[in-house]
């Protein structure tokens, strides 16, 4: 049965308009996903980017994955991020980098997406689907805006054993998740809404080696910045998050999920 708590893309506008960005930024650095840009070309290397592809980066944040991307790989992308702080910081970072040519942001909802069909060549996502509760949507979405043959490459936040729902409850709260799939459920989705599953990966281990890095950080290098900025009840929900996320990753209940499917 599906676990779904009642989050609204006001929560996470809020989250990301406030501190919890700054704080996110920090501890996971401006590629805001477990593993950073190494975890970004492991994605782009699966559907093989090529110079003057066209992508579209589906909650594109700081737009970091997208200045790697273009600049790395020579793409055009666009991203769609909810949360007005993200899309102002993404494009001032994007026009220091000189990369305005190449990338541009859209404000705008994951599961509303405001392209025409058939624009793209790859939709993209990185650990942040976790905060779209129709997700069913998003994936019929992205097979809408995608060409024939193109290809949706995304990984997320996902439950990759058994957990209860009492185990569950307290860290979808601390994330602001209103829902996160299942390893198995994502397939499904995937598979239902016409894609051919090409991918699919559990990286709970990686992810699990990543939340020991974001204790440590909490914890030892960044606890007298966050007490000094944030303050102290800031500093106790970070505490707690990565503690009780860490735990979870460990005993294999959630992880990271990596898949790509073919239009
Ligand atoms: C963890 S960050 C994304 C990280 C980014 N993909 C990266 O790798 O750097 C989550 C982002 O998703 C955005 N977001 C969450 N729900 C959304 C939705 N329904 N539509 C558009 N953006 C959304 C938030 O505004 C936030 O900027």
Redesign the pocket.
Known sequence: MKYIKDFT?KD??DV?DGPGGLL?EAVMGE???SGGPEATDALALQVDLKKGMVIC??????G??ARHLASKYGVTVKG????KT?LEKARQRTKDAKLEHLIEYYE????DLPFKKETFDVVW????WC??TDKNRLIQEAHRVLKPGGKIAFTDWIITGVISEKELDPLLETMAFPYMESFDGYQELLKKNGFKLLQALDQTEEYAKCFDEYYEKVHVDLKPTILDNFGKDLFDFASNLVTIWQKAAHEHKVGRGLFIGQK
């Open positions: 893309i996470v506008q990301y996110w590629q805001i996903h980066d589906i909650c594109s944040a700081l970091a994955p769609v991020d909810a949360t993200m705008g909802n994951a599961i996502g990185q650990e942040a905060y779209v």
